[in-house]
C-alpha cells in the first residue's frame, strides 16, 4: 500500500467511524481515536465484503459499499461502548 492509499485510509476511516457513532443511539463510552480505528477497519472489511458482492466499483457512488461501512462501523462502536461500560 503506496502512503496516498493509506492516508485515503485514514480519511474515509475517520468518515465511517463519525457516521457509525451518529447511527448508534444514546451516549458510547469510547474516545474519538477508537472511534477512528473501528471507522477504518469497518471501511477495509466493508470493501472486501462489497468486492465480495459485486458492488465494490459501480458507475458513480457506491452507496451500496458505504452502507455496508457504516453498518458495519455502527456495530463495531456499540460493541465497543458496551464492552468499555461494563468494565
Not at 7 to 27: D, K
Amino acid at each position: 500500500m503506496h502512503i496516498a492509499g493509506l492516508f485515503s485510509a485514514i480519511i474515509i476511516g475517520i468518515v465511517i467511524g463519525v457516521l457509525g457513532r451518529l447511527v448508534v443511539p444514546g451516549r458510547q463510552h469510547i474516545g474519538i481515536l477508537w472511534t477512528i480505528l473501528i471507522g477504518i477497519i469497518a471501511a477495509l472489511i466493508g470493501t472486501a465484503i462489497a468486492s465480495g458482492l459485486g458492488v465494490a466499483d459501480t458507475k458513480g457512488i457506491d452507496w451500496i459499499e458505504w452502507l455496508i461501512q457504516i453498518a458495519l462501523a455502527a456495530a463495531g462502536v456499540a460493541a465497543l461502548s458496551k464492552v468499555k461500560v461494563r468494565r
